[in-house]
């Protein structure tokens, strides 16, 4: 079995650490001061609190596509059909529903998304 999630969870792991463990994080979009970053791929946790400090701007976050849960569920279904997909409350934010519609285009898996 591997597991998916989304960068709203902190799992406090390495990217090996993470591999070892069969886990997939697959990251939200932080939009700060005009710019976009996918959390923990173009921009680090350090980075992302500095420039917050630095300018006092709200930053605001977007879920990640269906597509892009597809193309995870995807590749991970050719390893391993048996997928586990938890992420972020349902009541916080969309990214169950990316997670759901993505789930239901790829057949070959067995993908239980867990809110």
Known sequence: MQVVTDSGVDLSLSPEEQRALRIRVVPLTVQLEGQSYREGVDIIAD????????????????????????AVYRELAAEDPEILSIHIS???SGTINSARTAAAAVPSARITVVD
């Open 47 to 70: 980075d992302f609190y500095r420039r917050l400090i630095e300018s006092g701007a709200m930053p605001t976050t977007s879920q990640p596509s269906p597509g892009e849960f597809e």
């Open 90 to 92: 349902s009541g916080l």
